[in-house]
């Protein structure tokens, strides 16, 4: 099972990046997914989350109206749009699959239910001037 995230970077305030995650090893449709982040010296925090098909989406508070989760599942990749990014949002950047519950609606409790089956690497994403 693999979990590849890719297009982190160093980016202004204000600006926009993509990043992918690639998935392998699993069958990438029945799961949910998400993205988590973990800035330096804090914990790591809920980002958003897809439900198996892309139907239901789920956003924390700080990135709502600026992120958006999307997949395809022909492709088995996951992707999370950031625009208007602020200096607040730079940490590592995780790709996460949970199957056991499909639709996405614990992916913020993780750490309560221990849903997450897979994790990814992370990919920094630094927004500075």
């Known amino acids: 099972v693999q979990l590849v995230e890719s297009g982190g970077g160093l980016v202004q305030p204000g600006g926009s990046l993509r990043l992918s995650c690639a998935a392998s090893?699993?069958?990438?449709?029945?799961?949910?997914m998400g993205w988590f982040r973990q800035a330096p010296g804090k914990e790591r925090e809920f980002v958003a989350a897809?439900?198996?098909?892309?139907?239901?989406?789920y956003y924390a508070d700080s990135v709502k109206g600026r992120f958006t989760i999307s997949r395809d599942n022909a492709k088995n990749t996951v992707y999370l749009q950031m625009n208007s990014l602020k200096p607040e949002d730079t940490a590592v950047y995780y790709c996460?699959?949970?199957?056991?519950?499909?639709?996405?609606?614990?992916?913020?409790?993780?750490?309560?239910?221990?849903?997450?089956?897979?994790w990814g690497k992370g990919t920094l994403v630094t927004v500075s001037s």
């Open positions: 090893g699993f069958t990438f449709s029945s799961y949910a």
């Open positions: 996460a699959a949970d199957g056991r519950f499909p639709e996405g609606e614990y992916f913020s409790d993780y750490d309560v239910y221990n849903t997450i089956d897979y």
């Open positions: 897809i439900s198996w098909s892309g139907v239901k989406t």
